[in-house]
């Protein structure tokens, strides 16, 4: 069935370090992979997203790359600020009925230590 | 341009009870979906709705249901509360199914 892995669970780092958070999915067909940031409080923030046609997308400090063929991809948040802190889910969308359904991964949360 | 906006932003309930979650999407978003987002299990899709019809529907019991009106503002209604239906419920706008999802802040929903 649909299925999203994302590892690790938590992760802690130091504050100007890299982290990288990576997801594995298991339909074949999904072509869309969104990033979302959580705060305490707050719903889902979309961070990046990568479509199945693209290898690799930037935007600042955040990247994600995708590998269609080991159908994983991953986030990449270099130079991390405490401002960082929070929750990153990843999702792969399937296709149904004509729409399209997002499966989320678990969760990660991410401290950024000063 | 107004975010997606959930009311009420809390709720508490007793368990038999039902309740009604009302999320007005983005203007100019037609599609509207609803997830249930538990520390155990996640973000988990309940439906979605596009143009007051549902497009699409999550491995949920009938317990819980939805609409869209024509201003495409949706409602979920859960009926015979249960005390595993604690969770915060969220719902993403799209200008159509297959478009970016925005979250809201959703409803925070505790059964006693």
């Known amino acids: 069935g649909e299925n999203v892995e994302q590892h690790p669970s938590t992760l802690s780092v130091q504050e100007g370090d890299s982290a990288v958070i990576k997801c594995t999915y298991s339909?074949?067909?999904?072509?869309?992979f969104p990033w979302y940031k959580q705060e305490l409080g707050k719903g889902p923030q979309l961070i990046i997203d990568?479509?199945?046609?693209?290898g690799e997308k930037k935007d600042q400090r955040i990247a994600v790359t995708l590998n269609k063929t080991a159908k994983h991809f991953s986030l990449h948040i270099t130079e991390t600020q405490p401002e960082d802190s929070a929750v990153y889910f990843c999702?792969?969308?399937?296709?149904?009925?004509?729409?399209?359904?997002?499966?989320f991964g678990k969760g990660t949360k991410l401290t950024v230590n000063p | 341009k107004a975010g997606v906006t959930q009311t009420p932003r809390y709720l508490i309930k007793t368990r038999g009870q039902q309740v009604t979650l009302s999320c007005s999407p983005i203007?100019?978003?037609?599609?509207v979906s609803w997830y249930q987002q538990t520390p155990g299990q996640g973000l988990q899709f309940l439906f979605e709705?596009?143009?007051?019809?549902?497009?699409n529907k999550g491995n949920f019991p009938g317990r819980f249901s939805g609409r869209q009106f024509s201003n495409s503002r949706s409602e979920m209604n859960v009926s015979t509360l249960e005390l595993g239906d604690s969770a915060l419920y969220l719902c993403?706008?799209?200008?159509?199914?297959?478009?970016?999802?925005?979250f809201g802040a959703g409803t925070r929903l505790s059964v006693l």
């Open positions: 993403a706008s799209s200008l159509d199914p297959t478009g970016i999802q925005y």
């Open positions: 339909d074949s067909a999904s072509n869309y």
């Open positions: 990568i479509r199945s046609n693209v």
């Open positions: 999702a792969a969308s399937i296709s149904q009925g004509g729409s399209e359904k997002l499966v």
């Open positions: 203007s100019g978003h037609r599609s």
């Open positions: 709705y596009f143009s007051e019809t549902q497009r």
